[in-house]
């Protein structure tokens, strides 16, 4: 929700992340749902998508898209 704050890692970069923290680490910024569908082999603590809902014509349909997705993919 914010611009401009830090630099993206990129997927491969947050996967290695993941695996070598040994705490929970959310993924959180710029991320829509092609990225959270990539994300979820990362095995991170949770994936935060504002902008993917609240930027959207009508966010609770699109927030049931999401999820409706992301269970699917899994």
């Not at 993924?27 to 504002?50: E, K, M, P, Y």
């Amino acid at each position: 929700s914010k611009e401009g704050i830090l630099q993206a890692l990129g997927i491969a970069r947050f996967q290695r992340l993941v695996q070598a923290s040994r705490i929970p680490v959310l993924a959180i910024g710029g991320i829509d749902l092609d990225r959270a569908v990539c994300l979820q082999t990362s095995d991170c603590a949770g994936i935060a998508l504002i902008r993917a809902v609240f930027q959207a014509e009508n966010p609770a349909v699109n927030a049931a898209k999401i999820v409706q997705t992301l269970q699917v993919s899994c």
